[in-house]
């Protein structure tokens, strides 16, 4: 069963850092692509970056260029997502999911990140 679990969000103050850890388990860490979701009370859930381990190749929401970067840890079994010059419009619950399980709508609890201003 692929499972994901997130984690190291919280509450910073606007200009900020966080580092999220997405931990994954139940499929081969070698072959992958993971991303990052958010959604923000009010809001319908967005991609904020994903990961491809095949080529290494990442993608970002304009929203978040410049500020996150997606990186990962095979050893680990790990994807973080570290999370600089955080802007009160980034405070949402950001999830951490496989395109498979995104489109099954099968999600995790996410993590709860809070930036005030």
């Known amino acids: 069963e692929v499972q994901l679990v997130e984690s190291g969000g919280g509450l910073v103050q606007a200009g900020g850092s966080l580092r999220l850890s997405c931990a994954a388990s139940?499929?081969?860490?070698?072959?992958?692509?993971i991303g990052w979701f958010r959604q923000a009370p009010g809001k319908e859930r967005e991609g904020v970056s994903c990961?491809?381990?095949?080529?290494?190749?990442?993608y970002f929401a304009d929203s978040v260029k410049g500020r996150f970067t997606i990186s990962s840890d095979n050893a680990k079994n790990t994807v973080y997502l570290q999370m600089n010059s955080l802007k009160p419009e980034d405070t949402a619950v950001y999830y951490c999911?496989?395109?498979?399980?995104?489109?099954?709508?099968?999600w995790g609890q996410g993590t709860q990140v809070t930036v005030s201003s």
């Open positions: 990961i491809s381990s095949g080529d290494g190749s990442t």
């Open positions: 999911n496989t395109p498979l399980q995104a489109t099954n709508n099968h």
């Open positions: 139940g499929f081969t860490f070698d072959d992958y692509t």
